[in-house]
């Protein structure tokens, strides 16, 4: 495992493009309830994770940045890591800034968040096995420390919140990213065509990976 002694946070807020935010905050589409094995109730999980957000609609750090780390993280699963558990991935994408307190300077949302995924699964609107559960907590407790990891499923998570620094305008030092740079360009077209909704993720997270790769339809997801 790579490290570098400082949060990433700290160390991109200096760079953004604010002239790139949206005149107005996002707000997420409405969604009729929907169950998966790992989310018995998509609205129920929503509401808890919604409450608890309030930084929700920020052009920065809110859930349209949520979504498309989840659809990076599933982008990058399907090109190069398989083996990457699909649903922790959407999961992380969720959790993972959800729990910030302020755009920049605050490096323990990441805790903060490990902790929400644990309650989560303790209140039954998440369910995830031991192994699962930790590689979830693991990811969102590290996603802040300038890390890269091995293990498929933190180490794509970690990549697909850096891969959307792109949104203010930064460059992505590949020394902060275990994929391949010239990776970036088809994660970024995936992730750009990809679902704007957690079910429609949810359901791309739970594809039967192709046999011989992948095939992008029209939208630029599988």
């Known amino acids: 495992m790579k490290h ?25 589409p409405e969604e009729a309830d929907a169950a998966f094995p790992s989310v018995p109730s998509l609205r129920a999980l929503l509401a808890a994770v919604r409450a608890g957000a309030p930084l929700r609609r920020s052009p920065w750090h809110g859930e349209d940045h949520w979504m498309r780390v989840a659809a990076a993280g599933l982008a990058i699963r399907d090109l190069l890591r398989p083996e990457a558990d699909g649903v922790v991935l959407v999961l992380f994408g969720l959790l993972h800034d959800a729990s910030r307190l302020a755009e920049s300077g605050d490096i323990g949302h990441g805790p903060r968040a490990a902790l929400a995924a644990g309650r989560l699964n303790a209140a039954g609107l998440i369910v995830l096995d031991g192994d699962r559960l930790d590689a979830l907590r693991r990811a969102c407790r590290g996603h802040t420390m300038g890390r890269t990891s091995e293990d498929p499923i933190i180490g794509t998570c970690w990549d697909a919140d850096r891969c959307d620094l792109r949104r203010g305008g930064l460059r992505r030092d590949p020394s902060l990213l275990s994929i391949p740079e010239e990776k970036l360009g ?31 339809g029209r939208t630029g997801w599988p």
Do not use: C, I, Y
Request: no cysteine; proline share 9%; charged share 20%.
């Open 186 to 216: 088809a994660v970024d077209a995936m992730t750009d065509g990809a679902p704007k909704s957690w079910t429609g993720l949810l359901r791309w997270a739970q594809r039967p990976m192709p046999l011989s790769g992948v095939v992008l």
């Open 4 to 28: 570098r002694a400082f949060a990433l946070d700290e160390a991109a807020e200096a760079g953004w493009n604010h002239s790139l935010a949206p005149a107005e905050a996002w707000e997420p």
